[in-house]
Nanobody, 123 residues
Framework: VQLQASGGGLVQTGDSLRLSCAAS????????MGWFRQAPGKEREFVAT????????LYADSMKGRLTISRDNAKNTVDLQMNSLKFEDTAVYYC?????????????????WGQGTLVTVSS
């Protein structure tokens, strides 16, 4: 089972990025999916989650209004559109599959993790 995150890169403040996570080895159509991030020297923090059928979407307060999470169960993918990026959004972004059909902001609720994709926002 593998979750492959992609789409990270070096951007400037105010730019947009679209991260994508592709799952292989099994389907996660019955599981919520989420995105977390970890900045250098900081703990991993919640970014967004989406329920198994695309409902129950939750965003981190720090990024609310700048994010759109979506999923395509037929393709076994989940995307994260990030707009108006700020310097403090610089981090490694991880996608994860939840244990159940509804996700949460608690990382312990996720049992599959991707390797992460680095997002660097220059000021």
């Amino acid at each position: 089972v593998q979750l492959q995150a992609s789409g990270g890169g070096l951007v400037q403040t105010g730019d947009s990025l679209r991260l994508s996570c592709a799952a292989s080895g099994r389907t996660f159509s019955n599981n919520a999916m989420g995105w977390f991030r970890q900045a250098p020297g900081k703990e991993r923090e919640f970014v967004a989650t989406i329920g198994w059928r695309g409902g129950y979407i939750l965003y981190a307060d720090s990024m609310k209004g700048r994010l759109t999470i979506s999923r395509d169960n037929a393709k076994n993918t989940v995307d994260l559109q990030m707009n108006s990026l700020k310097f403090e959004d610089t981090a490694v972004y991880y996608c994860a599959a939840a244990r159940g059909s509804v996700g949460s902001s608690d990382p312990s609720g996720y049992n599959y993790w991707g390797q992460g994709t680095l997002v660097t926002v220059s000021s």
